[in-house]
């Protein structure tokens, strides 16, 4: 990061360089997140997002939501999914329980439902 100087100006005080800041880094998996991450991981996102958006759940942002959570946590989705931002991980997140299926649910609802005498080819 270029650091910018400014000089105070002030008729009183003596001109005084400013450093900027740098960018704190929030620790050592910040360094990972902007690294590319294996397609798979980015083809599920996508899907995902793609699905939402068929299914109208994703459009006009017109909800806010906060909430407090584990850095750790934020960060972990962060390298597990290879979103870098906070919004975009939030609605990652909600799509997927939003689009889930249900399949073991369904499977114990059919549990013993199937006739015993079917040929199943094997």
């Given at each position: 990061?270029?650091k910018t100087?400014r000089?105070r100006?002030s008729?009183?005080?003596?001109?005084?360089p400013?450093?900027?800041?740098?960018?704190?880094?929030?620790?050592?998996?910040?360094?990972?997140a902007?690294k590319?991450t294996?397609?798979?991981?980015?083809?599920?996102?996508?899907?995902?997002?793609r699905a939402?958006?068929?299914?109208?759940?994703?459009?006009?942002?017109?909800e806010?939501?906060?909430?407090?959570?584990?850095?750790?946590?934020?960060e972990?989705a962060?390298?597990?999914?290879g979103?870098?931002?906070?919004?975009?991980?939030?609605?990652?997140?909600?799509?997927?329980?939003a689009?889930e299926?249900n399949?073991?649910?369904?499977?114990?609802k059919?549990?013993?439902?199937?006739?015993?005498?079917?040929?199943?080819?094997?």
């Amino acid at each position: 990061m270029a650091k910018t100087l400014r000089m105070r100006s002030s008729p009183t005080a003596p001109q005084q360089p400013l450093v900027a800041k740098k960018k704190r880094m929030r620790g050592p998996i910040r360094k990972n997140a902007d690294k590319d991450t294996p397609g798979e991981q980015t083809f599920v996102v996508r899907q995902t997002l793609r699905a939402a958006i068929r299914k109208g759940l994703i459009g006009s942002k017109d909800e806010r939501i906060t909430a407090r959570l584990s850095h750790a946590l934020i960060e972990q989705a962060k390298l597990q999914t290879g979103i870098k931002g906070d919004t975009e991980l939030l609605e990652f997140a909600l799509a997927n329980v939003a689009l889930e299926d249900n399949f073991p649910a369904t499977m114990n609802k059919l549990a013993g439902t199937i006739d015993p005498d079917i040929k199943l080819g094997f």
